[in-house]
Structure formats: structure tokens, C-alpha cells
């Protein structure tokens, strides 16, 4: 599983709960010589906008080529839950691609600020429990 495979790469999204899964991509050879008619627009899915309680946080949770313009695609709502398996076209893949991008962006600001802002509660609660009076050298 760990073979280096020239036809499929990983990338690694890491969860709210810092968690991190792997994404494998499967690229086949034939791909880029496809032609595709230009007339065949497709509308383009929102994958990463949860269809039950619209939280845009949707992440795969599997990957996988069905064909070579097609994916399926195993998702779920980190909110509430939802996970659903469905077929997408390489748009709509793509276009979560770019989206997920984004997302893991934001995700590790928020990370670093939530870090951050835990830390500065917790000496915040230190500090008053120093001034109360509420620890005592019982351990020393
Ligand atoms: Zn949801």
C-alpha cells in the first residue's frame, strides 16, 4: 500500500478533531489525450456543502476512479454526521479539489487561533485560581 505508484498520488487532509486521512488520486494514462466536446457542460456539484444541514465543511473519506472521467466519491458531514457514496464527473471532483484547498486553509487558522485561545483561557483560570486562593501547595 505504501508503493511509491506513478499512477496515483496521496495527499493528506487533516480533520477538525486532528485526525489527518489520505486522499489517493488515480490518474489514468489516457487522461490527458481526452478530448473533451466542448458543447457537454456539466453542472458542477457543491460536494463540500453538506446537503442536510449545510455546513460546508464535507470532506471524502474515499476516493476512487469508477472510469476515466468519473470518481466516486465516499463523503461525510463532520456536523451532523451525513455520509453519502455517490459518482461525481471530474468537474465536479475538481472543483472539490480547489474547494478542499481552501477548506484546509481555513481549517488550520482556525486550528492555530483555537489553540491559541485555549491556552490563554486555561491561564486565564490558573491565574484567578492562584488569586482565589483555590490551589493550595498540597503536593509539596
Ligand atoms: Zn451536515
Redesign the pocket.
Known amino acids: 500500500m505504501s508503493q511509491p505508484d506513478p499512477n496515483h498520488h496521496i495527499r493528506r487532509v487533516v480533520l477538525p478533531s486532528g485526525r489527518s486521512i489520505e486522499v489517493v488520486y488515480f490518474e489514468s494514462p489516457g487522461d490527458s489525450t481526452t478530448v473533451r466536446p466542448a458543447a457537454r457542460e456539466q453542472k458542477v456539484t457543491d460536494l463540500h456543502v453538506?446537503p442536510?444541514?449545510?455546513?460546508d465543511m464535507?470532506y471524502p473519506v474515499e476516493w476512487e476512479e469508477v472510469s476515466p472521467t468519473h470518481w466516486e466519491v465516499a463523503l461525510r458531514?463532520p456536523?451532523?454526521?451525513?455520509d453519502h457514496v455517490g459518482v461525481y464527473d471530474q468537474a465536479t471532483v475538481d472543483s472539490f479539489d480547489d474547494e478542499l484547498d481552501r477548506g484546509t486553509e481555513t481549517l488550520l487558522r482556525d486550528l492555530k487561533r483555537l489553540t491559541r485561545a485555549n491556552m490563554e483561557e486555561e491561564l486565564e483560570r490558573f491565574s484567578e485560581a492562584l488569586g482565589a486562593d483555590a490551589l493550595w501547595p498540597m503536593d509539596f
Open positions: 453538506c442536510q444541514c449545510e455546513n464535507v458531514c456536523s451532523c454526521e451525513w
